[in-house]
């Protein structure tokens, strides 16, 4: 089965500077890579997506990049701002697998004043 | 986006009691809901799939017995833990999938602690 690995499990940044999550995963079948935020609490946010056809995404302040070959993707926060403070999980889905998600370990980013 | 719901956010039962969860698609029909568990300072695993009107698929190490799902409606899908012990208490977590994608939309979640 799909196996994701994220990295790191701790990100502290100055507020206005950007963030940076890595993603590796291990089935070349996979094609749908999600990003979601968890506050404290609460249940997972989708923020961004990305598929396996296209190698980058943007959404304002938010954008991921997917290497297939190197079967990584990555999550890029600019100018980060307090209310980004969370836990971010990256996830795959594989062809294979019946839409099921398979999570990568998680990130507690913390922007600092 | 879509939104799912989640009854009750938080729930304190006694060790032996069954405990029910609901988890609604809002504004939107799921055709396929999930059941993930999350214990603190964890990733989400996901305990069964489940499609309107069938069984649910429970993922290997995960008592079918003990979790009960019920997906009767393209809306609605419950998640029973039945007999429930202090082990059992975590946070559990519904999503929705919408049909002919891979997105999807996640509940608030569920609190359980078992006394």
């Known amino acids: 089965g799909e196996n994701v690995e994220q990295h790191p499990s701790t990100l502290s940044v100055q507020e206005g500077d950007s963030a940076v999550i890595k993603c590796t995963y291990s089935?070349?079948?996979?094609?749908?890579f999600p990003w979601y935020k968890q506050e404290l609490g609460k249940g997972p946010q989708l923020i961004i997506d990305?598929?396996?056809?296209?190698g980058e995404k943007k959404d304002q302040r938010i954008a991921v990049t997917l290497n297939k070959t190197a079967k990584h993707f990555s999550l890029h926060i600019t100018e980060t701002q307090p209310e980004d403070s969370a836990v971010y999980f990256c996830?795959?889905?594989?062809?294979?697998?019946?839409?099921?998600?398979?999570f990568g370990t998680g990130t507690q980013l913390k922007v600092e004043l | 986006g879509a939104v799912v719901s989640q009854h009750p956010s938080w729930v304190i039962c006694k060790s032996g009691t069954s405990v029910k969860i609901e988890c609604r698609s809002l504004?939107?029909?799921?055709?396929?809901m999930f059941w993930y568990r999350q214990f603190p300072k964890q990733s989400l695993m996901l305990m069964a799939t489940s499609n309107e009107g069938s069984k649910a698929t429970y993922e290997q190490g995960v008592e079918k017995d003990k979790f009960l799902i019920n997906h009767a409606s393209l809306t609605l899908s419950t998640l029973t833990v039945t007999s429930a012990h202090p082990e059992d208490s975590s946070f559990y977590i519904c999503?929705?999938?919408?049909?002919?994608?891979?997105?999807?939309?996640f509940g608030p979640g569920t609190r359980l602690t078992v006394l």
């Open positions: 996830a795959a889905i594989s062809t294979g697998g019946g839409n099921k998600l398979t």
């Open positions: 999503s929705g999938g919408l049909a002919g994608t891979d997105t999807q939309y």
């Open positions: 990305i598929r396996s056809n296209v």
């Open positions: 089935d070349s079948a996979s094609n749908y």
């Open positions: 504004d939107f029909q799921a055709t396929t």
